[in-house]
């Protein structure tokens, strides 16, 4: 049991880091038996790993075919922004209230080092998914911080979706450099304990996100 348990995270792993790099491409019908042969994994733990993919919404399984990336609904952009804000929120409330501490210090100079990623990436003028990658981590960091291994869980197997929403988002004229300063002023309002200016800032911050998304998916569907 232990060993088939390992394979199927052996092959789960495999796929997001396919996911992840970009290596699977939009509306391609995957076959699972040619693939898991490719990769050296046996039939079972290769679909496991996938029906495991199809219920977190990386992949949609076709009867019969084999499987394609999971295109966003309004249903999945929506869903993913109001967990980002329930995790979020309670995790900077957690981080405020601590920041005196050492651990407290220790996250908000990640934060600020996120930050200051961010700056010389916008500054440089350097892509969206270079600064989608330090937009996450920059969030990830506050839900690190409460170190709540269940919450982090959860969060992680939202990264790929969170990841390319941001990049969505970031993709708007201006959007970018509005998010790298709104980032900066959490931290103000972090130093500040201000937590009802937190929580305001931060659902403007997701919200802008979240709407963009959906308009471009309108556009898109129209």
Same mark, same amino acid.
């Given at each position: 049991?232990?060993?088939?348990?390992?394979?199927?995270?052996?092959?789960?792993?495999?796929?997001?880091?396919?996911?992840?790099?970009?290596?699977?491409?939009?509306?391609?019908?995957?076959?699972?038996?040619?693939?898991?042969?490719?990769?050296?994994?046996?039939?079972?733990?290769?679909?496991?790993?996938?029906?495991?993919?199809?219920?977190?919404?990386?992949?949609?399984?076709?009867?019969?075919?084999?499987?394609?990336?999971?295109?966003?609904?309004?249903?999945?952009?929506?869903?993913?922004?109001?967990?980002?804000?329930?995790?979020?929120? *309670?995790? #900077?409330?957690? %981080?405020?209230?601590?920041?005196?501490?050492?651990?407290?210090? !220790?996250?908000? =100079?990640? +934060?600020?080092?996120?930050?200051?990623?961010?700056?010389?990436?916008?500054?440089?003028?350097?892509?969206?998914?270079?600064?989608?990658?330090?937009?996450?981590?920059?969030?990830?960091?506050?839900?690190?911080?409460?170190?709540?291994?269940?919450?982090?869980?959860?969060?992680?197997?939202?990264?790929?979706?969170?990841?390319?929403?941001?990049?969505?988002?970031?993709?708007?004229?201006?959007?970018?450099?509005?998010?790298?300063?709104?980032?900066? *002023?959490? #931290?103000?309002? %972090?130093?500040?304990?201000?937590?009802?200016?937190?929580?305001? !800032?931060?659902? =403007?911050? +997701?919200?802008?996100?979240?709407?963009?998304?959906?308009?471009?998916?309108?556009?898109?569907?129209?």
């Amino acid at each position: 049991m232990k060993e088939t348990q390992l394979l199927q995270e052996k092959a789960y792993d495999y796929l997001i880091h396919l996911i992840k790099n970009g290596e699977l491409k939009p509306d391609v019908i995957y076959s699972l038996n040619k693939m898991s042969k490719n990769a050296n994994f046996s039939k079972t733990p290769f679909r496991d790993a996938v029906l495991r993919l199809e219920q977190e919404r990386y992949l949609d399984i076709l009867p019969s075919k084999g499987f394609v990336l999971h295109k966003m609904t309004r249903e999945d952009i929506t869903e993913t922004y109001q967990i980002r804000s329930a995790i979020e929120l *309670y995790c #900077l409330k957690q %981080l405020s209230l601590q920041l005196d501490t050492a651990r407290g210090q !220790k996250y908000f =100079q990640k +934060l600020l080092s996120k930050v200051k990623k961010q700056k010389e990436i916008a500054m440089s003028g350097g892509n969206t998914e270079d600064f989608a990658r330090k937009d996450y981590e920059f969030h990830r960091s506050m839900v690190q911080f409460v170190g709540n291994h269940s919450m982090l869980e959860m969060y992680r197997r939202f990264m790929y979706r969170i990841f390319w929403l941001n990049v969505t988002s970031f993709s708007r004229m201006g959007r970018l450099r509005e998010a790298m300063e709104e980032h900066e *002023y959490f #931290l103000e309002l %972090l130093k500040k304990h201000d937590l009802s200016e937190l929580e305001i !800032k931060l659902d =403007q911050h +997701l919200s802008i996100a979240q709407n963009i998304n959906l308009t471009l998916l309108e556009q898109y569907e129209s």
